[in-house]
């Protein structure tokens, strides 16, 4: 019987390989434990066409859910998100549901962790919590047409009184 013989320079890059491989389950561990990103739900489903009928969509904007949750529900068109402003607590869950009535948008809050895909046919899905009172600029970062650069609209945080 033979024993496998390993040259030196293979060992260190199996084990250069190996290390790589823990250093990034442990990058992806600390995102999605300490920095709480995880992947958008597109679980609930929704014709395009009738989301104007549709009654999670009818009246866009901010309402309080039973268990004093803030549920935020956004609509993105071309060129536009429904609605143009949008006002939650600091410091408080903020649960959002968005879809498009058109083509595929983003959903970016610049400088906080929500970011999402808005896909016709489905609701997107995410909850976060707003730790700093400000202004923000909510962006579409999936381009969408000609007037894609136009595509913005504004979330205002407040202070807990
Ligand atoms: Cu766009």
Redesign the pocket.
């Known amino acids: 019987m033979t024993t496998m013989r390993v040259g030196i320079y293979e060992r260190a890059w199996m084990w250069a390989a190996g290390v790589l491989i823990v250093l990034f389950l442990a990058m992806l561990g600390y995102a999605a434990v300490a920095q709480g990103l995880r992947p958008p739900s597109h679980i609930e489903t929704i014709d395009p066409r009738a989301v104007f009928d549709d009654p999670r969509f009818a009246n866009p904007g901010v309402t309080a859910g039973p268990d004093g949750r803030v549920i935020v529900t956004s609509l993105a068109m071309t060129?536009a998100f429904q609605p143009a402003e949008i006002r939650v607590p600091a410091n408080r869950p903020v649960s959002f549901g968005l879809t498009s009535s058109d083509v595929q948008?983003?959903f970016q809050i610049v400088g906080t962790n929500a970011n999402t895909m808005v896909i016709p046919g489905y609701v997107s899905e995410f909850t976060t919590v707003f730790k700093r009172a400000g202004e923000y600029l909510i962006v579409?970062?999936?381009?969408?047409?000609v007037g894609?650069h136009l595509?913005s609209s504004k979330l205002i945080v407040e202070a807990a009184p």
Not at 140 to 145: D, K, Q
């Open positions: 060129f948008h983003g579409c970062n999936e381009y969408c047409g894609h595509m």
